[in-house]
């Protein structure tokens, strides 16, 4: 089972990745890259936690980072510059 921990290191391991609190206070952790947020704390439905394993959750991750990052800085983890 992965925890909100998980998906702090995940993140955290990709480039210019800042955490820090919802802007909608409600005390949440958030994690943005460029000025914008890719990740942030929810409540967990039984359902959410039996279907994410480690693999789907860092592939989720990644993608929500390659989404947001600065265009510059995504090509550059895509070729392999920040792995």
Known sequence: ??????????AAALPE???????HRHGHR???VGGKAFAWERPFSKADIKR?????????LT????????RALADRYAAGGNR
């Open 1 to 10: 089972m992965q925890t909100f921990d998980d998906v702090a290191r995940l």
């Open 30 to 32: 958030t994690w943005e």
């Open 63 to 70: 993608d929500g980072w390659l989404a947001c990052a600065p």
């Open 52 to 60: 994410v394993d480690a693999q789907t959750l860092k592939d989720a």
């Open 17 to 23: 990745v800042t955490e820090g609190e919802d802007k």
